[in-house]
């Protein structure tokens, strides 16, 4: 019989709370997951039967063993317990960006969301704070508000963490004027100038998109010099849509705009489907005195990916690429057990890098079509 809610998400956020003061002793995650899976099986019809029939009915060895249900699912079956579909706190949609289609993501509660976001945010975007300290930055935001899109969790995210961390001087500034391409660049312009009059580092919220259409509305010759200590989190974009401009080029032109170190223009990788988030560690690295080391997305002990071969399904070795699926133990109500359709490689740390998508007829060739989930017509 599965244990109850409440004594899985006591531990679950007791362990997350813990970290980085107390790093998870060997075992921890694989335990924790194990309950999880017990949990998610008894409480998430469509994952428990679809389940079953993947493993016919043996449970599994492993944390490796556990199936992992495709994302597209999220469009075809309820993918959260019974309580969170009744009485959601907070309901997600997903972008819908392959057909147009949104997934619908729901959570019973926050506890766990919040608990996964502020730690991860804190030890990569702020690891020189203290953590009963509230840094006071300007938090300056490119990404959609509620009234634009109530239902978008990257828009849900940066509101969490502009009332965690904005100075109370003007909190978010949101970029975004009412129209996806139609930024409010005036507004951007005067709110990086207010934060420099009155001293305060900024903290810069944006998607890749969102930075792009930016810097080809800003006027060439406009510079400033943010204070000292501010940062940019780049979200990156919706799957398959590319920037005209490569990564690095548009971070060199953010550096020239802004004033800003390299080191402190940090990617985020996230999706609506996780709670958790991945983070570049670079502004941690530098900001402490460390070797910058990779870029690669490194997570939290309660997040983990799972690369494996496209070709059988098999484990693939550190830097060897395919599919990459997703454990997250923040995710209690709603489906922690994921699979996506890009492609990525872990390396000896276990820190993500992407290359790109595995194109449709590829993953279905692949027997990962989320249709399995409601079975024949």
């Known amino acids: 019989m599965a244990e109850s809610r409440s004594a899985l998400q006591r531990d679950l956020l007791a362990a997350i709370w813990s970290w980085p003061a107390t790093p998870w002793p060997p075992g921890r995650f694989e335990e924790l997951a194990a309950r999880l899976y017990a949990f998610q099986l008894a409480h998430i019809p469509a994952y428990g039967q679809w389940a079953a029939r993947r493993l016919g009915g043996a449970p599994p060895a492993n944390w490796w063993q556990i199936p992992l249900v495709p994302v597209s699912a999220f469009k075809v079956a309820p993918l959260a317990t019974a309580a969170a579909q009744a009485h959601p706190a907070v309901r997600f949609e997903t972008s819908g960006t392959t057909d147009g289609q949104p997934g619908q993501v729901v959570l019973r509660d926050t506890a766990l969301y919040d608990a996964s976001l502020q730690r991860a945010f804190a030890h990569w975007m702020v690891p020189e704070a203290t953590a009963a300290e509230h840094r006071p930055f300007r938090c300056i935001s490119l990404i959609p508000s509620a009234s634009v899109r109530p239902r978008s969790s990257l828009g849900f995210m940066v509101r969490r963490l502009a009332q965690r961390w904005d100075d109370g001087g003007g909190t978010q500034h949101l970029?975004?004027?009412?129209?996806?391409?139609?930024?409010?660049?005036?507004?951007?312009?005067?709110?990086?100038?207010?934060?420099?009059?009155?001293?305060?580092?900024?903290?810069?919220?944006?998607?890749?998109?969102?930075?792009?259409?930016?810097?080809?509305?800003?006027?060439?010759?406009?510079?400033?010099?943010?204070?000292?200590?501010?940062?940019?989190?780049?979200?990156?974009?919706?799957?398959?849509?590319?920037?005209?401009?490569?990564?690095?080029?548009?971070?060199?032109?953010?550096?020239?705009?802004?004033?800003?170190?390299?080191?402190?223009?940090?990617?985020?990788?996230?999706?609506?489907?996780?709670?958790?988030?991945?983070?570049?560690?670079?502004?941690?690295?530098?900001?402490?005195?460390?070797?910058?080391?990779?870029?690669?997305?490194?997570?939290?002990?309660?997040?983990?990916?799972?690369?494996?071969?496209?070709?059988?399904?098999?484990?693939?070795?550190?830097?060897?690429?395919?599919?990459?699926?997703?454990?997250?133990?923040?995710?209690?109500?709603?489906?922690?057990?994921?699979?996506?359709?890009?492609?990525?490689?872990?390396?000896?740390?276990?820190?993500?890098?992407?290359?790109?998508?595995?194109?449709?007829?590829?993953?279905?060739?692949?027997?990962?079509?989320?249709?399995?989930?409601?079975?024949?017509?």
């Open 175 to 377: 970029g975004l004027a009412g129209q996806e391409e139609a930024l409010d660049t005036q507004g951007f312009i005067e709110a990086c100038q207010r934060a420099v009059s009155d001293q305060v580092p900024a903290l810069l919220f944006a998607t890749s998109v969102a930075l792009q259409l930016l810097l080809d509305q800003l006027p060439v010759d406009w510079q400033v010099q943010l204070p000292a200590g501010s940062r940019l989190m780049d979200t990156g974009g919706p799957k398959g849509r590319r920037t005209l401009v490569s990564r690095d080029d548009q971070h060199r032109q953010l550096q020239r705009h802004l004033g800003l170190a390299p080191e402190l223009i940090v990617g985020e990788l996230g999706m609506t489907e996780l709670c958790g988030q991945r983070y570049e560690p670079c502004a941690r690295q530098f900001l402490l005195g460390l070797d910058p080391g990779p870029r690669a997305y490194q997570a939290p002990p309660w997040l983990a990916a799972r690369i494996t071969r496209v070709q059988d399904g098999g484990p693939c070795l550190a830097g060897e690429v395919g599919l990459v699926g997703h454990v997250d133990l923040s995710n209690l109500d709603t489906c922690a057990f994921l699979q996506t359709a890009d492609l990525g490689a872990l390396d000896e740390q276990g820190a993500l890098t992407l290359h790109g998508r595995l194109p449709g007829s590829a993953w279905r060739g692949c027997g990962l079509d989320a249709e399995e989930l409601i079975g024949p017509r």
